[in-house]
């Protein structure tokens, strides 16, 4: 049974940091490219950044690049999300997701498995 679980999500202020982590089950972590994906209430699911399997192809939105970093630790199975100068438009679940290819990482339907989210709450 595959399973990723969240954590690390809560309620901070602007510019504030959170560091989102990813844990992974059931699969070989380290075959697999891993992405951060968000969804505000109202608004579509939207690509934040993805990792491949060796950490070479790293990808951001533009949105987040250079306040968010995604690292990822195999040894762990664990994918983490470093979130930096946090700004209220980042308020939104965080989902984390595996796909078999690095390919299309920016699009959802590359990856297999998803998450079930963390919330993350930004105030003004």
């Known amino acids: 049974q595959v399973q990723l679980v969240e954590s690390g999500g809560g309620l901070v202020q602007a510019g504030g940091s959170l560091r989102l982590s990813c844990a992974a089950s059931?699969?070989?972590?380290?075959?697999?490219?891993m992405g951060w994906f968000r969804q505000a209430p109202g608004k579509e699911r939207e690509f934040v950044a993805a990792?491949?399997?060796?950490?070479?192809?790293?990808a951001y939105a533009d949105s987040v690049k250079g306040r968010f970093t995604i690292v990822r630790d195999n040894a762990k199975n664990t994918v983490y999300l470093q979130m930096n100068n946090v700004k209220p438009e980042d308020t939104a679940v965080y989902c984390c997701?595996?796909?078999?290819?690095?390919?299309?990482?920016?699009?959802?339907?590359?990856?297999?498995?998803w998450g079930q989210g963390t919330q993350v709450t930004v105030s003004s």
């Open positions: 997701a595996a796909a078999p290819l690095v390919r299309g990482l920016w699009i959802p339907d590359s990856y297999h498995y």
């Open positions: 990792i491949s399997w060796s950490s070479i192809n790293i």
């Open positions: 059931g699969i070989t972590f380290s075959s697999y490219a």
